[in-house]
């Protein structure tokens, strides 16, 4: 098949038919040969990279596809390669990441006005990727605080305070008195690197500051190969503020634009895992903070359960797990409440926190 237009394109994926068959003896197929379980995943999302494979094949049906792939192990490499959306920037959601170091600076119980960091992009950067009313409108918005989420803050200074200092003296350094953090997926690593440039900021500043460890897993592994090299394109940088980009980076020209190259400090403080998250997390830890940001949007409805149980199940009491803007699980789901709907916030406590 050939198309020459986006428009004849989305017109040749609308019109291939779908038989119930092949469709099912094409994910066994896949689950088979590359180890993933794409039952787990939106019908429609998987629905759409099948033909939209197809559509560069000669193939016209879903069973001829299927005998396609099955001796093409090219084929299969290319469908899984374009199967996983690495999309993500630096600070993506950048009010989220403000959020974040806001609990820090009232845990470690310094002043925000003694602390030198700035997080919102400038205008003019973000006008070049949104329209500029649109960004100027975004920068100026005052962030809401619903009376939900005050509390909620207030349990979270709570819980930092304890494990930064009332462990830290009763207890010598240990694991314990270690804030874990995972981000999950971290796609190429933007999300992860943003959360380590804000705390090791923060770090140099406060005097006594908690100790934290940062665990970022995907299981695209050339995104995890990415990630830990540590050189983006412009791209990556859209969001990022000047404060952190002429902190951590080092520029450099090439013929295709600059490169920018993340600070070995900083790369230092990660640990990069590859796993698929549905088969459960590889690494021993309990987190304090799980960033699990656009994964959920590519589940299917029955499949969201169990793979929410390994999220929650790696949660700590009084633990808060972050989810992308787009994504809810409404209320409550198990142990976990919203608490910041703002910011997709939810805190794991058995008790029922907040009256309704
Ligand atoms: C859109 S990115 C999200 C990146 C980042 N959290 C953010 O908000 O910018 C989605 C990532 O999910 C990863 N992914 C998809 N299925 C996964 C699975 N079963 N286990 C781990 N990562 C997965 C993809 O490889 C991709 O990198």
């Given at each position: 098949m050939s198309f020459d237009s986006e428009q004849n394109k989305d017109n040749l994926i609308d019109n291939i038919p779908v038989d119930e068959k092949s469709y099912n003896a094409l994910i066994h197929l896949l689950k088979k040969t590359?180890?993933?379980?794409?039952?787990?995943?939106n019908r429609k999302f998987i629905e759409k990279r099948i033909k939209s494979r197809m559509i560069r094949?000669?193939?016209?049906?879903l069973n001829e596809y299927y005998d396609y792939i099955s001796s093409n192990n090219a084929e299969i490499n290319k469908f899984i390669e374009g199967f996983t959306v690495n999309y993500t920037f630096f600070f993506r959601d950048y009010d989220v990441f403000e959020t974040i170091q806001d609990l820090f600076i009232q845990g470690s119980r310094?002043?925000?006005?003694d602390i030198k960091s700035n997080i919102r992009p400038d205008p003019n950067k973000l006008a070049k990727f949104r329209t500029k009313s649109n960004a100027v409108k975004n920068l100026h918005k005052n962030r809401f605080l619903t009376e939900k989420a005050a509390k909620y803050y207030v349990d979270i200074f709570i819980f930092l305070n304890q494990l930064s200092y009332y462990q830290k003296m009763k207890r010598p350094?240990?694991?314990?008195?270690t804030i874990n953090i995972w981000?999950?997926?971290?796609?190429?690593?933007e999300e992860p690197y943003s959360l380590a440039m804000i705390l090791d900021n923060l770090e140099t500043q406060a005097p006594r500051f908690p100790n934290y460890k940062i665990i970022a897993s995907d299981i695209a592994p050339e995104a995890i190969q990415k990630a830990k090299v540590g050189i983006y394109t412009d791209d990556s940088m859209k969001e990022i503020s000047d404060y952190y980009e002429n902190k951590y980076f080092t520029k450099q020209k090439t013929h295709f634009g600059y490169k920018n190259i993340i600070s070995e400090r900083i790369k230092n403080k990660i640990e990069f895992v590859e796993e698929d998250v549905t088969k459960g997390h590889s690494k021993p830890y309990y987190y304090?903070?799980?960033?699990?940001?656009?994964?959920?949007?590519?589940?299917n409805r029955e499949n969201r359960h169990k793979f929410l149980k390994i999220i929650e199940n790696q949660l700590v009491e009084n633990g808060i797990l972050i989810l992308g803007k787009t994504e809810t699980l409404f209320d409550s789901w198990g142990n976990l409440q919203l608490i910041d709907t703002n910011n997709r916030i939810y805190i794991k406590s058995r008790s029922k926190l907040y009256e309704r």
């Open positions: 590359t180890g993933l379980n794409f039952k787990y995943y094949t000669p193939c016209r049906t310094v002043s925000r006005k350094k240990s694991e314990n008195n981000s999950c997926p971290c796609a190429t690593g304090d903070i799980i960033f699990c940001r656009y994964l959920l949007i590519y589940f």
